[in-house]
């Protein structure tokens, strides 16, 4: 499960990340507002933990853009400042929670733990990369508001290259979890990533499916893949 962590503070963001680690979530790091707000835009994330008081764009914004942008990914506000007037404009702002510092990280673990689990109960689990969207529930899949028809093997094929979005797949992990087969010969795989992609990267359109040479297949947006 991925949490973006969005905090200046490099000793804090490091204590943070430590713990969710250790309590099995993985985690991206984000020193500035600006940056925590192109990866909320181009990932898929569980949860996002935003601190308020952010060099080049302040936790209020990233979270007033994320949600005029319908981006709904629960979002947990960290931050030193707890006066009521700042927690109701980070509530007012679109956050979902409100943690002052210093805390206790048992609390903090808690917090996150009960939006994960209240996201995943209220709603279907929807993927966005750019102007895809994936629904996981219904297993639909949209680009530009056009329905993509996909078989099954090549949704499925879709769907973890889309939850690891910016990491490269592996051959032989796609092989065994789509096919219970870990021959990374098999040319089965290239075939069903042919088809996929003349599906989901259609001409004039960025294309979002890569092949990593020697190893295997990765999802990336635009900002991903300029610096691939």
Not at 118 to 129: E, G, H, N, P, S
Request: aromatic share 6%; proline share 4%; glycine share 6%.
């Amino acid at each position: 499960m991925q949490i973006l962590l969005v905090e200046d503070d490099p000793d804090m963001a490091a204590m943070i990340q430590l713990g969710l680690m250790r309590s099995g979530f993985a985690v991206d790091w984000a020193a500035d507002g600006q940056t925590g707000l192109r990866r909320a835009l181009t990932r898929p994330y569980s949860l996002i933990v935003l601190d308020l008081m952010l060099p080049r764009m302040t936790g209020w914004d990233v979270c007033r853009e994320l949600r005029s942008r319908r981006r709904q990914t629960p979002i947990l506000m960290v931050t030193a400042r707890d006066l009521i007037e700042d927690r109701v404009a980070g509530l007012e702002s679109g956050a979902d929670d409100y943690l002052p510092k210093p805390f206790d990280f048992r609390e903090f673990l808690a917090r996150v733990r009960a939006l994960v689990r209240r996201d995943r109960v209220l709603k279907a689990r929807t993927i966005r990369l750019g102007d895809v969207e994936m629904d996981t529930l219904h297993r639909t899949v949209k680009r530009a508001g056009r329905l993509v028809s996909l078989s099954r093997l090549e949704y499925d094929l879709f769907e973890i290259l889309a939850t690891q979005c910016g990491r490269t797949v592996s051959r032989e992990m796609l092989l065994e979890r789509v096919w219970q087969d870990r021959q990374p010969g098999s040319n089965k795989l290239d075939v069903a990533i042919r088809s996929l992609r003349r599906k989901i990267d259609p001409p004039g359109a960025a294309p979002l499916v890569y092949t990593v040479h020697g190893f295997g297949y990765a999802v990336r947006v635009d900002a991903e893949a300029e610096k691939a």
